[in-house]
């Protein structure tokens, strides 16, 4: 008896099945209905990722510096992430997405007004992942500019590269992923997360400020040969690398937008290259001075991740090893050679710029379809427009901030750190009250002896 009470349970339950799975709100199946929920699921977690990674530059970038500019550090990441955001918000979001005037630039969608053809629950998922990607190309300027930059020039800067600089580039490379369409994404440019997009754009930019507002002092001897400033506190910047790396498989995988089979391939490249790029860093710098630098090391996993950003969809494995080991070469030589035209604090030149151009380059190089010259020729094209745009606007919004408000330094002012001139604070007083109690009852031994 109990048996066939089974088998008839059963047999209803297979019957009912499949008017269930087609039976869903607005003719929806059930399938295609949670794939869906799985998709705006999986968009939202990943950018949230993507915004953790504030946190991640935030700590790089004050562990690389001098503890005297670690407020400073902080509160620029606050800009980025808040001022930054509201303006993509109001204009960024719609000059790189609204509907685009002759593939160059979007003209719908201010204040996310007046959009269509998109429901309004995606445009919001949307805006949300595309403004912490914008967020973080400028947040990329701020270790460059570190200790020498006035809070407002930096803020101004920020607001800049948020609300124009990212936006026009990012229409021309990603505009047809929701309203728009640019014309470097209609002759073929691979870049499915952002090397060149985000990163390189963000690198340019913070090789101009870096330029504007010249060396720290100290930087430089009398013969202008490049001296060591050491950073104050590596395991804070290591604990930001290994948030960075987390972040990153939401700015990767995530940049699917939708909850599907192809994360997995993303976010095993994305692990494989940065790994390959510490390891690429730790060999060079090895043999270069015979010592493993840790520095070099934590910027090789980043330099690592900026290289499998654009084709972290379209390498296999092997390949995104072979372009994360790469850009643990580029990033040492890259921030030797930068370090010969410009200070650069945390090495975001290196790390971003040029393996940004290298990760780029080799989406196409190593694309999984075919290699071709003609699609290397557009990743060069690509490559060649972001340092071309990038570049030389943000030399001129730095040079425009500098006579409008006056973003340079005094050298007192740089001398006793941005902390206490512009915040008012001290990231460490108890260590400062116990270094000059320490300074103190040094000086009295010296003079009783």
């Not at 009470?5 to 059963?10: A, E, G, Y």
Request: proline share 3%; glycine share 14%; hydrophobic share 55%.
């Amino acid at each position: 008896m109990q048996i066939r009470s089974l088998l008839i349970l059963v047999g209803t339950i297979a019957v009912l099945t499949p008017s269930v799975a087609v039976a869903a709100p607005g003719g929806e199946s059930a399938a295609a209905s949670v794939q869906t929920n799985l998709d705006f699921v999986w968009m939202t977690v990943a950018a949230a990722l993507v915004f953790f990674m504030q946190a991640g530059f935030a700590l790089l970038e004050t562990g690389f510096t001098q503890a005297k500019n670690a407020i400073n550090i902080i509160m620029k990441n606050v800009v980025d992430a808040s001022a930054g955001g509201l303006v993509f918000f109001a204009v960024g979001f719609a000059l790189m997405f609204g509907p685009s005037w002759n593939g160059l630039v979007g003209t719908g969608g201010f204040f996310l007004t007046g959009i269509e053809g998109q429901s309004t629950a995606w445009t919001y998922g949307f805006f949300f992942f595309q403004a912490v990607f914008a967020a973080t190309a400028a947040t990329i300027v701020s270790g460059a500019v570190a200790g020498r930059v006035k809070f407002i020039g930096y803020l101004l800067f920020s607001v800049t590269i948020t609300g124009l600089i990212y936006p026009v580039f990012g229409a021309w490379a990603w505009g047809g992923l929701f309203n728009g369409g640019g014309w470097l994404e209609q002759l073929g440019f691979i870049d499915f997360a952002g090397s060149t997009v985000v990163h390189s754009i963000g690198g340019w930019a913070a090789l101009a400020g870096a330029l504007v507002l010249g060396p720290r002092l100290g930087k430089y001897d009398d013969d202008g040969a490049p001296q060591d400033l050491p950073a104050h506190n590596l395991p804070l910047a290591a604990l930001g690398v290994f948030i960075l790396w987390l972040g990153w498989f939401g700015f990767n995988a995530g940049s699917t937008t939708a909850g599907t089979t192809s994360i997995a391939l993303i976010a095993t490249n994305t692990f494989l290259a940065a790994g390959a790029g510490a390891v690429g860093a730790t060999i060079t710098t090895s043999l270069r001075t015979g010592v493993a630098r840790a520095r070099m090391a934590l910027n090789g996993v980043l330099g690592g991740l900026v290289s499998i950003t654009a084709g972290c969809a379209t390498l296999m494995p092997g390949f995104a090893v072979l372009a994360g080991l790469i850009a643990g070469v580029l990033v040492v030589y890259g921030t030797y050679a930068i370090e010969r035209i410009a200070d650069d604090p945390v090495g975001a030149v290196a790390v971003h710029g040029i393996c940004g151009a290298w990760g780029t380059l080799a989406a196409g190089l190593f694309n999984v379809g075919a290699f071709s010259f003609s699609q290397v020729a557009v990743q060069l094209i690509g490559i060649g427009v972001a340092f071309s745009w990038a570049f030389p606007t943000s030399y001129a919004a730095f040079m425009l901030a500098d006579a409008v408000v006056g973003i340079t330094l005094t050298e007192e002012v740089e001398e006793k750190g941005l902390d206490v001139h512009e915040h008012d604070a001290a990231a460490y007083p108890d260590f400062e009250d116990i270094q000059s109690d320490f300074e103190q009852a040094h000086q009295e031994a010296l003079e009783q002896a």
